[in-house]
């Protein structure tokens, strides 16, 4: 009982600066639009760098999210299994991967959801200001080198087909 107590208390000290990350951010309304300002978005980016974390969750959609993140080095390489990704780069520049296999693949939070420590066989290329990354379901992905990039994440979970 004593281990499992343990167990527990250590797994919630270690998701707890990943859920800070995301956690309350602002319902996304089902009766009116919302708005960013760039401002908002350039001042979220600059609460990551000075944090030192590497994600601000903008608005909360249940099935869609609106993310700002800051990469330095390198992130774990992931792959999703329901979700879409739409990166719009706005600062800086990196080595993106994608596509191929995860290495020393781990099952993550959720169905389908695994991380690794790099990818295998994917196809890598410099990614800057400006660019736009489409990442589907099933392909893995992830920053494998930057100084320093900022980017507007936009994550949508699939629909069942009609």
């Not at 609460?47 to 609106?66: C, P």
């Not at 706005?90 to 991380?115: H, M, N, Q, Y």
């Amino acid at each position: 009982m004593k281990l499992l107590k343990c167990t527990l208390m250590a797994l919630a000290l270690l998701s707890t600066p990943a859920l800070a990350q995301t956690a309350g951010a602002p319902l996304a309304p089902k009766d009116a639009a919302v708005d960013m300002s760039l401002a908002e978005l350039e001042a979220a980016a600059q609460h990551l760098k000075d944090a030192g974390i590497s994600t601000k969750r903008m608005l909360e959609g249940g099935i869609f999210s609106v993310n700002v993140r800051h990469i330095q080095g390198a992130e774990t390489a992931l792959q999703h299994g329901r979700i879409s990704e739409i990166w719009v780069i706005r600062e800086g520049s990196g080595i993106v991967a994608t596509g191929g296999e995860l290495i020393d693949k781990e099952a993550g939070a959720g169905v389908g959801e695994f991380r690794g420590s790099a990818i295998r066989g994917g196809h890598e290329r410099l990614i800057q200001a400006g660019d736009v990354v489409f990442v589907p379901p099933g392909v893995p992905h992830g920053i494998k080198q930057t100084d320093s990039i900022v980017y507007l994440n936009l994550r949508f979970e699939l629909r069942d087909e009609d």
